[in-house]
């Protein structure tokens, strides 16, 4: 039933580890992306997917690999992980120019 | 290219109005306000278009000022439901490369 799904809804990792994040919608959506929100809760956007074709990749360190098997998935790997990469991680989806959907987020915690 | 929000954050007694602010530097095509509450996801509420008319959703409303590139989101008569953090997301041109950029955020604190 739930539109757009991420797990883990919680990651605690250890510095200098690798770990992803997935994320699946079921609403048909051409578009996915993936969002930080930090703890002063700033939304900002990370990547976008247009039907598994990278359009948007805003100034992230290459330690950020998204990976689209097919427009329905969009995943996160990171790798390396640093005390800064702690935040919530959401994967919204839209229809093109449409509100966004987000998942419930993935809050990171880098010990 | 981030919207600016304002206030920052603001306390209401049930049942009392507010406005959230959002204004950018550029051009915009459209604004979509959002609702997070604590520990959930954003919520869409609604999307005002360049050239649309003002939305409404219940007692919740907003506007567009297509001149000063102004948003503006009225809650009226608040409920306590009311409450979390409001985000306008801006996007500065339509077509392909959709990207919502989002300001701040306003907290929104609503007492009995």
């Known amino acids: 039933d739930t539109a757009v799904s991420q797990t883990p809804k919680y990651l605690v990792t250890q510095m200098g580890n690798d770990k992803s994040i997935k994320c699946e919608q079921n609403l048909g959506h051409d578009t996915m992306y993936w969002y930080k929100q930090d703890s002063k809760k700033f939304l900002k956007i990370m990547f976008s997917?247009?039907?598994?074709?990278?359009?948007i990749n805003e100034t992230v360190p290459n330690r950020f690999s998204p990976k689209s098997p097919d427009k329905a998935h969009l995943n996160l790997h990171i790798n390396s992980l640093e005390l800064g990469d702690s935040a919530v991680y959401f994967c919204?989806?839209?229809?093109?120019?449409?509100?966004?959907?987000f998942g419930n987020g993935t809050r990171l915690t880098v010990t | 290219q981030q919207p600016v929000q304002s206030p920052q954050a603001v306390i209401l007694r049930e049942g009392e109005d507010a406005v959230i602010n959002c204004s950018s530097s550029k051009a915009l095509y459209s604004v979509h306000w959002y609702r997070q509450k604590h520990g959930e996801a954003p919520v869409f509420l609604m999307i005002?278009?360049?050239?649309?008319e003002q939305k409404g959703h219940e007692k919740i409303s907003a506007s567009f000022n297509e001149k000063k590139q102004q948003s503006s989101l009225y809650l009226t008569a608040s409920q306590l439901s009311y409450s979390g953090t409001y985000f306008c997301?801006?996007?500065?041109?339509?077509?392909?490369?959709?990207?919502?950029?989002f300001g701040k955020g306003t907290l929104l604190t609503v007492n009995p």
């Open positions: 997917y247009n039907n598994k074709e990278l359009i």
């Open positions: 919204a989806s839209s229809q093109g120019p449409s509100p966004l959907h």
């Open positions: 005002l278009l360049k050239g649309g």
């Open positions: 997301g801006t996007e500065i041109r339509g077509g392909s490369n959709y990207k919502l950029t």
